[in-house]
């Protein structure tokens, strides 16, 4: 990928065509995130969303790439205003993370009744990625217990153990996990 980014950056400084230009300037986007280089991912996503000619879909793309750079830094407040944009629907997979994640924060800074209200309009939107309906009912049942109602958050994470079929993407394992600590503390 370091090669490849190499590559995308000197194409996108050599092109005259637009279309060549918008090509590697989404090479060296995701070739930045492949890396793992949170740095020089929000770069290549700011070259991109400063753009012009750009499509909505590589628009997306690099919100959705520099939200979750800024989360791997800490940068919250920036990283949720990126994950807001991206997270008007749920039918893409960055789109359900990026409403789960926007839910996440808000509940990380306290606002768990703005993040309870985003859990909710979650779950109404019906999205299909499974892992990140899950990954809300857990953060409900977090809410639950926030607001000092240990009985529905127990009773969340059971209904998850007992109907979620998936068993090797981890959400299980923190179900029993949770439910485990809930028991601990009776």
């Known amino acids: 990928y370091e090669k490849s980014l190499e590559y995308y950056e000197?194409?996108?400084?050599?092109?005259?065509?637009?279309?060549?230009?918008?090509?590697?300037?989404?090479?060296?986007?995701?070739?930045?995130?492949?890396?793992?280089?949170?740095?020089?991912?929000?770069?290549?996503?700011?070259?991109?969303?400063?753009?012009t000619g750009i499509?909505?879909?590589?628009?997306?793309?690099?919100?959705?790439?520099?939200?979750?750079?800024?989360?791997s830094l800490n940068n919250f407040d920036v990283s949720l205003t990126d994950f807001r944009?991206?997270?008007?629907?749920?039918?893409?997979?960055?789109?359900?993370?990026?409403?789960?994640?926007?839910?996440?924060?808000?509940?990380?800074?306290?606002?768990?009744?703005?993040?309870?209200?985003?859990?909710?309009e979650f779950i109404d939107q019906n999205t299909p990625h499974?892992?990140?309906?899950?990954?809300?009912f857990i953060l409900l049942s977090d809410i639950s217990l926030r607001k000092g109602d240990r009985l529905q958050a127990k009773v969340t994470l059971e209904s998850l153990r007992d109907y979620y079929t998936i068993d090797n993407d981890g959400i299980l394992d923190e179900v029993k996990s949770k439910i485990d600590a809930l028991n601990q503390t009776n």
């Open 55 to 71: 499509s909505e879909e590589l628009s997306r793309e690099a919100t959705f790439m520099r939200a979750k750079a800024n989360y």
């Open 130 to 136: 499974q892992y990140w309906m899950a990954k809300m």
């Open 10 to 51: 000197r194409l996108g400084k050599n092109a005259s065509n637009a279309d060549i230009k918008r090509t590697a300037l989404g090479g060296e986007l995701r070739s930045a995130y492949q890396m793992g280089d949170a740095q020089k991912t929000i770069v290549a996503a700011d070259k991109i969303t400063n753009a």
């Open 85 to 120: 944009k991206v997270a008007t629907e749920v039918a893409s997979a960055e789109g359900a993370e990026s409403k789960y994640r926007v839910a996440e924060l808000l509940y990380k800074k306290d606002q768990t009744d703005e993040s309870e209200k985003i859990v909710s």
